[in-house]
């Protein structure tokens, strides 16, 4: 009869967004150059051997590459290494500073107990001179 059955696959990526290969059938047929009905941009699809990331242009996959699950790990522990060595960083320069402040807090308290005695008042200086004569001027 003359009906003829046309080869398409329809897989969704990572987030969701829908693909329509209309001249293949299989995942594992999608490469470069294939015909590819969905918006420019970059796509993930999950893959029984890992991840696979497409760049589709124009309705044709500009590139096709295959991310095992092994580097994908291994990438993901070094980039949670990465962080965890930064925000360790942070911590201990958030401890010093602290500490640099209080320091200061301190030394600051102590020059203001230290200017408060070295200062004399009038009356202090006057009981000092008791025995000084004073003289004022009259008229």
Partial sequence: MG?????????????????????????AEIAEGVAVDAPDGTYVIAHNDGAMTLVVMGGVVMS?????PAEAEAAATE????????LTAIVEEVVALKGNY???????????????HDVETPAAAASANKNVPQFKMIG
């Fill in 3 to 27: 009906v003829e059955a046309k080869a398409e696959l329809v897989i969704d990526d990572s987030n969701g967004v829908t693909l329509t290969f209309p001249d293949i059938s299989d995942i």
């Fill in 64 to 68: 096709a590459t295959m991310e095992a």
């Fill in 79 to 86: 980039l949670e290494a990465d962080t965890q060595a930064a």
């Fill in 102 to 116: 209080a320091s200061v807090v301190a030394e600051m308290a102590d020059l203001k107990k230290s200017l408060k």
